[in-house]
C-alpha cells in the first residue's frame, strides 16, 4: 500500500462564509451529500460552533458508523481541516479551501491524503471527493437562490 492524494475543486456563488457555515454545519449534511449522517460528539447539553479536536461522527444511512473525525484547523470562511479518528478504512487527513473568485462567489478546493491505500481504490476516492465538492458547491448555490 502506498500513499495517495487527491484534490478536487468546484464553484459556488455563495460567499466563501456561507459554504463554511455548511462544512460546520452537521445537520445540513444530509442534504448535499448523498450518504451521510454527520454527529458532532459533545457533552450533553453542550451547543457551541465546532473546535479544534472536536469530533464528528459520520454514519452510513442505514445507521452503521463509517468513521469518526477530528477537527484539526479552523479557520473562519477560508479553511476546514480533518483527519480520521477512528474507523474501518486507512486514516486520512483533508482539508476544504475557500477562496473568493475573482468572478464573484467562492472557489472551493478539497484535498484528502490516505497514508495508507489499497491498491485499486484510488479512481473510487477520487471519484466520491468530486462528488463531495460539487455537491457542497450545490446546496450551496441552492441557498443562495432561496434568498435572491
Do not use: K
Not at 474501518?88 to 475573482?102: G, I
Not at 491524503?113 to 457542497?136: I, K, M, N, Q, S
Amino acid at each position: 500500500m502506498s500513499p495517495l492524494a487527491m484534490t478536487a475543486t468546484s464553484h459556488s456563488s455563495a460567499p466563501a462564509a456561507l459554504v463554511y457555515a455548511a462544512l460546520l454545519d452537521a445537520e445540513s449534511w444530509p442534504a448535499w451529500t448523498s450518504s451521510y449522517e454527520v454527529q458532532w460528539e459533545l457533552p450533553a447539553g453542550v451547543e457551541r460552533p465546532a473546535r479544534i479536536d472536536d469530533i464528528r461522527t459520520i454514519r452510513t444511512r442505514s445507521g452503521r458508523v463509517w468513521c469518526r473525525e477530528r477537527i484539526v484547523e479552523l479557520v473562519p470562511d477560508q479553511r476546514f481541516g480533518y483527519e480520521r479518528a477512528a474507523g474501518p478504512l486507512e486514516s486520512h487527513r483533508a482539508s476544504v479551501d475557500l477562496a473568493r473568485a475573482p468572478q464573484g462567489g467562492t472557489d472551493i478546493t478539497w484535498s484528502a491524503t490516505y497514508r495508507h491505500a489499497f491498491p485499486l481504490v484510488g479512481p473510487l476516492r477520487r471519484r466520491r471527493l468530486e462528488v463531495l465538492v460539487h455537491d457542497l458547491a450545490a446546496y450551496a448555490n441552492s441557498i443562495v437562490s432561496r434568498n435572491s
